[in-house]
């Protein structure tokens, strides 16, 4: 941690937790247990996020795509996400941690949505960090949602076709409500970001590293934002990152607007 500047965090950090199915077949296990030991990291890096103050936290914890995974496999995240909502209630409260969802998240089972929507609710009021956790996710899924939300609002005559731009475009999309990423780190070693905030990403810096998730520890965590404070970040301009200059973050999502 003695490597973080403090004064110089990035605001948004974004997480792609991939290598837990790895992790279990070189320990001989079954894959399932490599996703409980990645529940672990997970509650491990929220705290470590929190201690070093981050204003969001966005995790790719199930995407559209997973759903074709095995049933067992699928059924056993499905318990494991409803045992963190229930067992990080009180912690995500006692420490000022807001928890919100993107994705489709309708199809989720009734049960898991149910706890999910219930910790969402008690923890909104909260503002010292804002948890994100991606579920039924997909990014291109996402856009092409907002692209059908906006064309609905164009034909009902509701929205000036003319005056969509990416501002405009940006407040429709979920997953923008906490602004852009700066920072996107990967974990297991493939060098892909899998169709995960394919808009909030446009100008994030990118860390990746072959420690699989359940090996991730704070110390990963701090490395990664180390090596985003050495980058010169001049989206696309030629001022340097020292101005202070960043993209405009967009508003929040549009009252009335479901996506």
Same mark, same amino acid.
């Given at each position: 941690?003695?490597?973080?500047?403090?004064?110089?965090?990035?605001?948004?950090?974004?997480?792609?937790?991939?290598?837990?199915?790895?992790?279990?077949? =070189?320990?001989?296990? &079954? %894959? +399932?247990? #490599?996703? $409980?030991?990645?529940?672990?990291?997970?509650? @491990?890096? !929220?705290?470590?996020?929190?201690?070093?103050?981050?204003?969001?936290?966005?995790?790719?914890?199930?995407?559209?795509?997973?759903?074709?995974?095995?049933?067992?496999?699928?059924?056993?995240?499905?318990?494991?996400?409803?045992?963190?909502?229930?067992?990080?209630?009180?912690?995500?409260?006692? =420490?000022?941690?807001? &928890? %919100? +969802?993107? #994705?489709? $998240?309708?199809?989720?089972?009734?049960?898991? @949505?149910? !706890?999910?929507?219930?910790?969402?609710?008690?923890?909104?009021?909260?503002?010292?960090?804002?948890?994100?956790?991606?579920?039924?996710?997909?990014?291109?899924?996402?856009?092409?949602?907002?692209?059908?939300?906006?064309?609905?609002?164009?034909?009902?005559?509701?929205?000036?076709?003319?005056?969509?731009?990416?501002?405009?475009?940006?407040?429709?999309?979920?997953?923008?409500?906490?602004?852009?990423?700066?920072?996107?780190?990967?974990?297991?070693?493939?060098?892909?970001?899998?169709?995960?905030?394919?808009?909030?990403?446009?100008?994030?810096?990118?860390?990746?590293?072959?420690?699989?998730?359940?090996?991730?520890?704070?110390?990963?965590?701090?490395?990664?934002?180390?090596?985003?404070?050495?980058?010169?970040?001049?989206?696309?301009?030629?001022?340097?990152?020292?101005?202070?200059?960043?993209?405009?973050?967009?508003?929040?999502?549009?009252?009335?607007?479901?996506?």
């Amino acid at each position: 941690m003695s490597l973080v500047d403090l004064r110089a965090l990035p605001r948004h950090v974004a997480i792609i937790m991939d290598g837990n199915g790895r992790w279990a077949q =070189r320990q001989g296990f &079954l %894959r +399932t247990l #490599g996703h $409980r030991e990645g529940s672990e990291s997970v509650r @491990r890096i !929220v705290r470590a996020s929190r201690r070093l103050g981050l204003d969001a936290l966005t995790l790719y914890a199930f995407s559209e795509q997973n759903w074709e995974r095995p049933q067992l496999e699928v059924d056993a995240l499905m318990h494991l996400l409803e045992d963190f909502l229930v067992s990080e209630r009180d912690e995500l409260i006692e =420490r000022g941690i807001r &928890l %919100r +969802t993107i #994705g489709r $998240r309708h199809r989720l089972p009734a049960r898991v @949505r149910g !706890v999910l929507e219930g910790v969402m609710q008690d923890t909104e009021h909260l503002d010292r960090m804002t948890l994100t956790l991606a579920l039924s996710y997909g990014g291109q899924e996402e856009i092409a949602d907002a692209a059908r939300e906006i064309a609905r609002q164009a034909a009902a005559g509701a929205l000036d076709p003319e005056r969509v731009d990416v501002r405009s475009f940006g407040n429709v999309l979920p997953s923008m409500e906490v602004g852009p990423v700066d920072l996107l780190v990967r974990t297991s070693g493939e060098l892909r970001i899998s169709n995960f905030l394919l808009w909030a990403t446009a100008y994030a810096e990118l860390h990746f590293t072959e420690r699989l998730w359940p090996e991730f520890t704070e110390a990963d965590l701090y490395d990664a934002i180390a090596a985003y404070q050495m980058r010169d970040r001049r989206f696309g301009r030629i001022a340097s990152a020292a101005t202070g200059e960043r993209p405009p973050a967009a508003a929040p999502v549009a009252s009335g607007v479901h996506v």
